[in-house]
């Protein structure tokens, strides 16, 4: 619990602030570079236009590539335009871990996701007050519950997450984190309708977030996106195991919300294996996933922003957890991710995996363009002691993605739309 309070204090004093269309252009990410031990000697850029806030160097945050003592990041643009992955890796000198990857998709996909990215920790951290607030004051977390889905408006009926294998454990800091992920996640897609300068009609973003404090790991999943854990059998062998499940039009549960809805579940016919969320009455937008943040036009229609929410209690047998977008899963399976991060240093698992990703697009989908691949690879170590340092590529201005937004791209109509 302390571990969980200095954290929320850091971020708290910082205030911080596949898909359905191509967009943008660009090259793919520049190498890393060699740690970096004096913060202060690093360059602060303005970025003009951002979606998030200006640059700061944050002791222990990290949203570009790298690597600190416990996590790799990396993140690779595909052929498809602007690289709309954004990814978070956050910790707490005590212990606590927040990691997260954001897979934009849509016109605006890349602001969305960066958003989330930005203002996704800091709503987590206002229920987590919340709570202790009510618990310590009113003595009623029930009621805030209330007050907060009142004031969201959203179907309670749709908002039960999935129960997976990944059982939530019965302590009351994970039922509370639980709790704190869904009503987040709330406030998140109400700011996102609310933005005035991103359009999230027809534009949002996956995320697969991760809690981290002790031993313990909760995690909520939007979209699909997804978790792996690295872990060792009772054979000593090194396995994979999914911790996520991937929300796609076609799952039971998914398909029968959205069908219940008045929202459509097809594949086109050059890529029948493809499962997509259409408008009742329009073959658009085609979104190849059930749950994302944005995407307004289908949020009548099935579409929710509501995390399915798993907890894990590590063993001394689990070596490290990958969080990715799809990219990577549509040609990597979950024992070819953990093998290659495995045989890779910590400093360069991410970037090792991403790079694998490309060549796998470049074997298997020769004719495909290759889509944005983002991970964070999360080794724990108990020996490992959390420094504020940590590597970082060189500093790219985003305002030279951000210019490209001052000329909207439309939503093509409804055909054979990438995911």
């Not at 908002?159 to 984190?177: F, R």
């Not at 697009?361 to 940590?390: G, H, M, Q, R």
Request: proline letters at 4%; aromatic letters at 6%.
């Amino acid at each position: 619990m302390a571990g969980l309070e200095c954290f929320l204090n850091v971020v708290r004093a910082l205030g911080m602030g596949s898909c359905i269309t191509e967009v943008g252009g660009g090259s793919g990410s520049p190498p890393l570079v060699p740690q970096l031990n004096n913060l202060d000697s690093v360059k602060r850029r303005r970025m003009k236009g951002s979606s998030s806030f200006d640059y700061k160097v944050v002791p222990g945050r990290m949203f570009l590539n790298g690597s600190s003592d416990v996590a790799s990041l990396y993140s690779k643009q595909g052929k498809k335009g602007i690289n709309q992955d954004a990814m978070l890796n956050f910790c707490s000198k005590e212990g606590t871990i927040f990691c997260g990857v954001f897979d934009g998709h849509g016109p605006f996909g890349h602001r969305v996701a960066k958003r989330v990215r930005d203002s996704f920790p800091l709503k987590l951290i206002a229920q987590w007050d919340l709570h202790h607030k009510n618990k310590d004051g009113l003595s009623d977390h029930s009621s805030a519950a209330g007050s907060c889905n009142s004031d969201i408006g959203f179907r309670l009926a749709d908002e039960k997450p999935i129960v997976t294998d990944n059982e939530l454990g019965g302590t009351n800091a994970i039922l509370t984190l639980r709790e704190s992920f869904l009503k987040a996640s709330k406030f998140m897609d109400k700011e996102l309708k609310l933005h005035p300068d991103i359009d999230c009609f027809c534009s949002g973003t996956t995320a697969v977030t991760l809690v981290k404090q002790g031993q313990d790991l909760v995690i909520g999943n939007v979209g699909d996106s997804r978790a792996v854990l690295g872990t060792r059998d009772h054979n000593d062998s090194l396995i994979a195991v999914q911790l996520t499940i991937d929300l796609k039009p076609n799952l039971p549960r998914e398909e029968e919300r959205i069908k219940r809805h008045r929202g459509r579940v097809f594949s086109l016919r050059n890529e029948p294996d493809v499962s997509r969320v259409w408008l009742p009455n329009s073959d658009f937008p085609g979104l190849a996933m059930a749950r994302a943040f944005g995407d307004f036009c289908l949020k009548d229609y099935g579409l929710i922003a509501v995390p399915d929410i798993s907890h894990h209690r590590l063993t001394e047998k689990d070596e490290f957890v990958v969080l990715a977008t799809d990219g990577i899963w549509d040609v990597l399976s979950n024992e070819e991710v953990v093998d290659i991060v495995a045989s890779a240093s910590q400093t360069n698992a991410a970037r090792v995996l991403v790079e694998s990703a490309v060549k796998g697009w470049k074997t298997k989908y020769p004719f495909s363009k290759i889509d944005d691949c983002a991970a964070v690879c999360l080794f724990f170590d108990s020996n490992s002691e959390l420094k504020s340092a940590y590597a970082t590529e060189e500093l790219i201005p985003e305002a030279s993605i951000d210019q490209s937004e001052q000329s909207p791209l439309l939503c093509e109509k409804g055909i054979g739309l990438d995911a």
